[in-house]
């Protein structure tokens, strides 16, 4: 439990510009992973949500930061403590679905909102969809959705797939054969954590399969995509961005080169805010911004177009507010689904070098305008 | 009444007054956290009897821990969708109610630990210790893999279990019914201790040779120990869940085996009020040390070392003097 | 499952095995010699990996980054044994556990302190990467064959090591009668600063081979320990061969029971069901073996009888 880090930004500069806000003071509570396993995602949205937040230097904004450390309980007591003694309006910065789950329902049930930077489970896309909650990121699906639909365009015809055993492996594999039209030369869970994929590689070498889907998050990328890369099988493999993003990129080294991987943001995309959005992320931090980064700075960009038009004590106009998506998002064109969640562009990245660093660049849209099929599911 | 006596009082007298100072001062969030010394406490005080009384090192506590939050989070998840259990050969219903989610998990709990008891206590010493840890493991990962509950997710409820009489949903209300039967276990504790059966148990710790001679055996006086130990532990888990509303695999991970073991530690070894003590400091600890930097373990990490090698008594040993209770 | 896909997942299985005993032997040794139960030693695993991985990316060169590693953990723990081990040898197994869970707090986050929250890079050397053919058509790679080698080496060495020399004389003396070499005149707290600095250094080394193909992160010895945990209570605690046996079964059971699994059940159920519970019960296996063993030999496979 950090108590350290309560940020509070007066205005900065642009002091001038909070004074369109609609009065009332809006307090957020940041409940991130700063310590621990699993750190790099959340300090990168913290600082791409703190970035958006000193560019707007609007002084009605208070922002409390505390660190999970990965841990469901700690972020439950968290979030109570932000509910019962910091009287937050709004909570955002969980990064993992399984933290997500265990925060957000009685987080939106007392009546706070609910900004999701990056977790999507899609219990919370359908039946427990909130008319408090808002993803701003995807939902968990859609970057396997779009991995299969390349999959598809790529003419992949007998692909293996595999997944950690956990419900996000299991909606992965899920995700991908949702929109993938081809046959499955293997199916494998691997137990979540694995660090050793001699066994699947030699399953994925004996199958005959064409190409390789996964979906490894961390350390389990990492392992297995420099495995892969010394066990001599030599087939396209797609995955999502997770493995093959900023942070993790420079680890994989060499063996992640010339891999297609799923996105709905690269540093490339081509439009003014994500311009100066990079740019200003590398000068204030002195790194590239990686995925998360960008959704800490949509997420916070989003809930500042919402304090502009509405004030936070009106539930209903503020709600109203962050549904009209009225903010130049780095990914360029955004709206909102029925269940609030991201219609968006998502695009195939591939692993190139840039001088020493390791990076993606935009090679094609996998899919245009994708929204997830949760939506009839919700009812609000 | 002795020295230890007294400072036992004022600390389950100082647990109990900062809720209600909290109350007063609108401060929900430190009954909260009272709270969760008083659970991480039961969970000692479920461990100590195992170490403490039977010397038994058991680095697998996690696994009651979690199975009493299961029993919350399986009942609770079904009661909370209206879909029954189990339909045949008996329609098995879920729960909302705290004791029969308690009852539950307490038995449940003390299968487990009956048979996780009786596997490792073929063995002692460090076999004993890394067989715990090992089995503990095991359920973690089934935990994580297992489909049906929500793997690695956990289950979340969204309102807490109620408890006839009570607003559980007042948090000094339901800091109130866990303080109750943490007292609950620090009197069943001290009475076990000095039973026969308690007796039985610590000179089977102390040499086992003679136990035996007088026609004991020390195999069941472990187990027995080490399933009531099991069994308060899971009570302690199921409170945990409903405190957070939520149970995961996490609760069956070997640091939270770890932890319960740390309040021994801290507190005092083999002190009936040790894990009190023990958790009042690894919470304030948390707290505090948190809020100075992110790489707090590594002041929890020393000064942990520091206790064991030179403060063996822990805070009610620095309080109270070097006498321990049970030797 | 085809024969190649067969003889392919024994490779596996042995080389994963090799790797748990080098981590096995260490702690197998300590708690031998000293009767310490060392939970941090997946700590010193952690060390090789990082130090492999610094020293590597200085150099460039996988040799050096090798001895780093070695050197690295033993160096740390030699240091840890004389600042805090040797306190330890007269108290309790409680004490010990307690001491050496410090120690992963403080290993952990010192790590993470110096070198950040992001896994760090480490690769294996261009001239061992890539697959070889085996007879019989199989591609296997290289790296994976060349490490299990060093592990039998090591293995080899070792039984030379305790059979054979001065030392491994005074390690077997020291495992039965420790007062009595003291009395003897051998320098017992010197033997054990080595002991415990040679575990370390195995530890380190695991870490820094199996660190080349899998990731170097923090927290990335505890897994592994708790497995080698699991071999050494098969194998019987203080037993090098049993260190050695145990770690090839927990090995085999691991990899082969990992595919046989699922491929079972997918008799009964559709596919996605039987991977996700045949993984699910997979990882449940090695326990199961480990309390088989124990109820046909408490004291494990090649442990004296207590």
Known sequence: MNFKTIITVAGIALASTAAIAQGDKVKVGMITTLSGGGAGLGIDVRDGFMLAVKQAGDANLEVIVEDDQRKPEIAVQLADRMIQSDDVDVLTGIIWSNLAMAVVPSATAQGKFYLSPNAGPSALAGKGCNPNYFNVAWQNDNLHEAAGGYANTAGFENIFILAPNYPAGQDALTGFKRMYKGD???????????????????????????????????????????????????????????????????????????????????????????????ASFQAEYGRLPSLYASQGFDTANLLLSAMKKADINDADAFRAALEAADFDSVRGKFSFSANHHPIQDIYVREVIKEGDVYTNKIIGVALSDQSNVYVDECKM | ?????????????????????????????????????????????????????????????????????????????????????????????????????????????????????????????????????????????????????????????????????????????FFGICYTLLALALLFSAKLAKSPFGLALNAARQTPARVEAVGLSPYRLRLTAFVISGMITGLAGALFADLNRFVSPSMFSWQTSGEIMVFLILGGVGRLYGPVAGAAAFIMLEHFLGGLSDYWHIYLGVLLLLVVLFARGGIIGFLAGRQVAHD | MTVILFIEQVLNGLQFGIMLFLMAAGLTLVFGVMGLINLAHGALYMVGAFAAAAVAGMTGSFLLALIAAL????????????????????????????????????????????????????????????????????????????????????????????????????????????????????????????????????????????????????????????????????????????????????????????????????????????????????????????????????????????
């Open chain 1, 184 to 278: 499955l030369a293997g199916e494998v869970f691997t137990q979540l954590g694995q660090k050793d994929y001699a066994s699947e590689l030699a399953q994925i070498r004996a199958s005959g399969a064409d190409s390789i889907f996964f979906f490894l998050p961390g350390g389990m990328g990492i392992s297995f995509l420099k495995q892969y890369a010394d066990s001599g099988i030599d087939l396209p493999v797609v995955g999502p961005a997770f493995s093959f993003d900023q942070g993790i990129l420079q680890a994989v080294g060499d063996a992640a080169m010339g891999v297609k991987n799923t996105s709905q943001w690269n540093k490339d995309i081509d439009n003014p805010a994500n311009a100066a959005f990079v």
């Open chain 2, 1 to 173: 009444m002795n020295r230890e006596n007294l400072i036992n009082t004022i600390l389950l007298l100082a647990l109990a007054t900062v809720p209600l100072w909290a109350m007063a001062n609108d401060a929900p969030y430190t009954i909260t956290l009272a709270t969760k010394v008083a659970i991480f406490a039961l969970a000692g005080v479920g461990l100590n009897i195992a170490l403490g009384l039977g010397g038994l090192v058991s680095l697998g506590h996690a696994a009651f821990f979690g199975i009493g939050g299961y029993a919350m989070g399986i009942l609770a998840s079904h009661a909370q969708n209206f879909e029954p259990i189990m339909q045949w050969p008996l329609l098995i219903e879920g729960s909302k109610s705290m004791p029969v989610i308690w009852i539950t998990g307490v038995i449940a709990s003390g299968l487990a630990a009956l048979i996780i008891g009786a596997l490792s206590l073929r063995t002692s010493g460090v076999y004993f210790i890394m067989i715990t840890l090992a089995f503990g493991q095991m359920l973690f990962f089934f935990a994580i893999s297992w489909p049906a509950y929500g793997g690695e997710d956990g289950l979340s409820i969204y309102i807490r279990n109620g408890f006839p009489g009570l607003n559980t949903l007042l948090p000094i209300h």
């Open chain 3, 71 to 306: 050197a690295a953990a033993a160096a740390a723990g030699a240091l840890v044994e004389l600042l805090v081990i040797r306190r330890l040898y007269i108290r309790d197994h409680l004490d010990q556990v307690l001491a050496t869970f410090a120690l992963i707090l403080i290993f952990s986050e010192g790590t993470r302190w110096m070198f950040g929250s992001f896994p760090l890079y480490l690769d294996i050397p261009d001239y061992l990467s890539g697959p070889v053919t085996l007879p019989g058509g199989i591609k296997y790679p290289l790296y994976r064959l060349v490490i299990t080698l060093i592990g039998l080496c090591i293995a080899g060495g070792l039984f030379l090591l305790i059979s054979r020399t001065r030392l491994g004389i005074r390690i077997r003396a020291g495992e039965s009668d420790r007062e009595m070499i003291a009395a003897l005149g051998v320098n017992i707290s010197k033997l054990y600063t080595i002991v415990f600095a040679l575990g370390a250094a195995l530890a380190g080394l695991a870490g820094a081979l199996v660190g080349a193909i899998q990731s170097v992160q923090v927290g990335m010895g505890e897994p592994v320990m708790i497995l080698a945990f699991v071999v050494i209570v098969i194998g019987g605690i203080g037993s090098i061969k049993g260190a050695l046996i145990g770690a090839l079964m927990v090995g085999l059971t691991n990899t082969l029971g990992g595919i046989a699994m699922p491929a079972f059940l997918r008799l009964f159920m559709d596919n996605s069901a039987a991977s996700a519970t045949g993984s699910a019960l997979a990882s449940m296996l090695i326990y199961v073996l480990m309390a088989v063993v124990l109820i046909w030999r408490p004291q494990g496979l090649f442990g004296a009888a207590t």
